[in-house]
């Protein structure tokens, strides 16, 4: 069974200050991981993807995720944090073979970020 | 990337009764998924809605409560069956291409 990690509940990062979002899975075989990102009262955003090759991945909004496969981690960064980032930080992981169950998404229990001006 | 339009956005349902929540996607796709999510919670997958046939459910989810209906690619409906205070949660509906997209969500609240 595949599992995702968030171990802060919430990251607090002043404005123009870097921030990381840590994330770490279990999973067989090779992982597709995933950040997605949820304003209040809306669904879910897709950030970036992991599916194969360089390690850092870049995504919308001037975010980026290190894939490390030693430390089995995804930590989400952005070099200079907006008060606009504030919000709610899913990462999620699903396997890379195919059949049944294969597209399921695993998410993680989340983490608020908050940016203080 | 896949829109989706998913509605109602939020209700206020009374116990006993059912609320069913609509996803269209503007594009056809092979996976569609219905999630829900509880205040303050991470996202948890009731079922996968395959088109033309039942859905498959996730353990602790069932047809009863949770009947779910894929007529084709690009549309599919979650009914909330038989409301108690205890469904009140966000539902989502997801669209899986490469990568998945989702609804805006549904908001219930059951008094």
């Known amino acids: 069974a595949q599992s995702v990690a968030q171990p802060e509940d919430q990251v607090n990062v002043a404005e123009g200050n870097p921030l990381t979002v840590k994330c770490t899975y279990s999973?067989?075989?090779?992982?597709?991981l995933f950040w997605y990102v949820q304003y209040p009262n809306r669904g879910l955003q897709f950030l970036l993807k992991y599916i194969t090759g360089d390690n850092l991945v870049k995504g919308s909004y001037g975010f980026e995720a290190e894939f490390n496969k030693s430390q089995t981690s995804f930590h989400l960064k952005k070099p200079s944090a907006l008060v606009s980032d504030s919000a709610l930080y899913f990462c999620a992981v699903r396997p890379s073979y195919s059949g049944a169950g294969s597209y399921q998404l695993t998410f993680g229990k989340g983490t608020k970020l908050s940016v203080i001006p | 990337s896949a829109v989706i339009s998913q509605k109602p956005s939020r209700d206020i349902c009374q116990r006993g009764t059912s609320l069913t929540i609509q996803c269209q996607v503007d594009?056809?796709?092979?996976?569609m998924f219905w999630y829900r999510q509880q205040p303050g919670q991470s996202l948890t997958l009731i079922a996968t809605?395959?088109?033309?046939?039942?859905?498959?459910?996730e353990s602790g989810f069932v047809i009863d409560k949770f009947p779910i209906s894929r007529p084709n690619l690009t549309f599919s409906t979650l009914t909330v069956s038989n409301l108690s205070p205890e469904d009140s949660s966000i539902y989502l509906c997801s669209a899986v291409e490469d990568e998945a997209f989702f609804g805006q969500g549904t908001r219930l609240t059951v008094v």
């Open positions: 594009s056809q796709v092979t996976m």
């Open positions: 999973v067989s075989g090779n992982p597709y």
């Open positions: 809605a395959n088109q033309g046939s039942e859905a498959t459910y």
